[in-house]
């Protein structure tokens, strides 16, 4: 895992293990629903502890059967039972909660985070619109 890419989002159905790398168009081709993404980071300050994911970060889906989310330290999203209980609202407040842990707490870079959690629908759908990556969950129809 020492040549792991900063950051990387695996696919779902992705049989082979394979994965879109960040310098690639941020469009995933199948993107997951918040309570199907496992987010798994390593703090920057860890180093000593998983020098091979400090400072990284993965956006995984339900489940992890090759145990990807294990090589990180912290895990949020799917990995917690309690997500599932809470109320929409709730879900998307607890995603942006997990954004400014990662980034000011952890010191992950903010546009690596960003890029990672691009996978996740509810965080493109509400990002601010002339965001690099942000979408419509309802696109306006064109005249």
Known sequence: MADMPQQ????????????????????????MKQIEAIIAWTPARWAELRPETAGQIV???VPDEASVSK????RAG????????????????RLFIDFQTIVVR?????????KAFLAIDEYRFR?????????????????
């Open 8 to 31: 990387f989002h695996l696919l779902p159905g992705d049989p082979f293990g394979k994965c879109c790398l960040s310098e690639y168009p941020e469009r995933l081709e199948v993107p």
């Open 59 to 61: 956006v995984l889906p």
């Open 71 to 74: 090589s990180y330290v912290m």
């Open 78 to 93: 799917a990995s917690s039972s309690a997500l599932a209980n809470l109320s929409e609202e709730a879900r998307i407040a």
């Open 106 to 114: 952890d010191g992950l870079d903010p546009q690596t985070v960003h």
């Open 127 to 143: 990002i601010a619109p002339d965001t690099e990556g942000a979408e419509f969950e309802d696109p306006p129809e064109e005249d």
